[in-house]
């Protein structure tokens, strides 16, 4: 069977449903807070919580000592974790009992990787790739080509929720597909591997 390969952010997860409350812990905006936060290039190829909690920080005129940053820390990661898509997990739990094999590529931090891994819905990824782990993210070419290295194929569907990684992939000779629903990736599935229900 084909690999599938499925993104992270806004594909399992929510948009992080956090951020209001990281936004009023800090007593700013949120849309201050939103314009700082999502400047995460650097924290995803492997910076450190403390360094990327320093630049929003610097965006919004505070410093934060080491007991901020493990608290932001775990604000954040929860707001990506505890709540993922009921429909999106259903699916992959549905193609994981077919025999599908499936890996997770995700653009996320360190601290955050190693939380994921311990996550119900991880146990059905037969491979978890992380960019804070690796020094890269996508859509480098780099990123893809390592992948394809750990599960030992390029014959894969990739699921992401940005453009800009579906067409890095593409580019990478993948079969990319962007990710709108699960519903609507259920339909794309089926000449594949069948009926896989609604």
């Known amino acids: 069977m084909r690999w599938i390969v499925f993104d992270f952010g806004e594909v399992i997860s929510q948009r992080n449903p956090a951020l209001p409350l990281m ?34 920080g610097s965006a919004l005129g505070l410093s934060f000592d080491s007991t ?14 505890d709540d993922p898509v009921v429909d999106t997990v259903a699916l992959i739990e549905d193609l994981a009992s077919l025999g599908v094999p499936l890996a997770l590529l995700s653009n996320a931090p360190v601290t955050f990787a190693r939380l994921a891994e311990k996550v119900p819905w991880a146990k059905h990824f037969r491979h978890l790739v992380f960019s804070g782990d690796l020094g890269m993210a996508k859509p480098d070419l780099a990123i893809w080509r390592h992948v394809e290295s750990v599960i030992g194929s390029s014959d894969v569907i990739f699921f992401d929720d940005r453009a800009s990684n579906v067409e890095g992939a593409l580019a990478a000779g993948w079969d990319a597909r962007l990710w709108t629903s699960a519903a609507a990736a259920r339909l794309e599935l089926r000449t594949e591997f069948g009926d896989l229900g609604a």
């Not at 800090?26 to 630049?55: I, Q, T």
Request: no cysteine; charged share 25%; aromatic share 14%.
């Open 23 to 56: 936004a009023a812990r800090l007593g700013v905006s949120l849309e201050a807070f939103e314009a700082a936060y999502w400047d995460r290039d650097a924290y995803d190829r492997g910076g450190s919580d403390a360094e990327y909690w320093s630049l929003i």
């Open 68 to 81: 901020v940053v493990r608290e932001m820390t775990s604000l954040d990661n929860a707001g990506w974790l």
